[in-house]
């Protein structure tokens, strides 16, 4: 083993496949989580469960690492930042907290000249009846949304769901006429040093990641598009580690910014069999500051999430040489949960 230890906060299947990659790397990982049935328990060795606001437990995990990322962005900007006064957080913890704003990232996006859909700050209904330009549109929760939670239709100005919550703020969207979807995956390493993976077409079914595949079929205006716009929020960010960018493609063939993640990302989980470094081993590398290597893709690809209990069809099943399971182990199978995923290379 190196002389790093890794700490990643968070224990999903993004945690672990980031513990894995660091692990082949030679460098041991510490993941906390706070879900103690989360697939840390049976994928990883070394494992804190426990609140993330747990003064012992955040001093047995930074005397136990010497680097710290994260898999999701939710985490209050508080912990990070006092996890990096002690231990380096990267992505810089500043960066989790414009992105984990959907308000925030947008505008940031818009100052550097990125094209998103049109959109506006909501605090009540009256701002929704004022903004009735962007209906029909999508209301979604400034901060803790995934996976389509936290998002409400709005097809008409006067008929606005009572579910909503109007003590959480929002952001209105201009529904867009999605022709496609696709996502850039970057790990950038310092100052215009970075590796950058061709963008992946992605199909959602009900807000949720249903399939992935490289190449996507799109045109090469909009590929160097997306790579150049990629490129600039890496920059702009300062970022270190890996970071996705989702964009929409719109019936007219306009390209538009939907949201950055600031971590490793699904719609990336082909590049495991797909590249000769995946997404998960870069961000390793970025983060820990070892080699940045040439990236390259050795395989075109696709990749369906199983999500719920599409999982079944698959456990214990066999499978071709260019066939590639991943159970996250999930104690329980749920509607619209990912559950595991499955990718298949082209040889
Ligand atoms: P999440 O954080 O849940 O991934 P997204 O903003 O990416 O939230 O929304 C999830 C999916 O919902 C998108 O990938 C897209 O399919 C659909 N969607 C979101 N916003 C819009 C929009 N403005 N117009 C059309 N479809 C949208
Ligand atoms: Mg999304």
Known sequence: MSNIT?????GGQLGCLLS???NKLNIETVIFSDDKNSPAKNLTKNFIIGNY???????EFLSKVNIITYEFENIPYKILKKLNEIKPVLPKPEINKLIQNRFTEKDFLNKNNIRTTRY???KDEDDIKINDGLIPGLLKTCTLGYDGKGQFKINKKDDISSEIDFSKEYILEKFINLKKEISVIISRFGHQRYEIYEPIENVHQDQILKYSKIPAEISDKIKNQAIDWSTIIAE?????GTLCVEFFIDNKDNLYANEIAPRVHNSGHLTINSHNISQFENHVRAVCGLEKLETKKI???RMINLIGADIE???GKSFKDNEFFFDYLKNEIRDKRKMGHFTIVEK
């Open 120 to 122: 506006a700050l909501i």
């Open 313 to 315: 069809d698959y456990r």
């Open 6 to 10: 890794l700490g990643i906060i968070g």
């Open 20 to 22: 894995q990659a660091a």
């Open 236 to 240: 702009e960010l300062d970022y270190i």
């Open 53 to 59: 606001d747990d003064e012992n437990l955040i001093k």
């Open 299 to 301: 395989h075109n690809a």
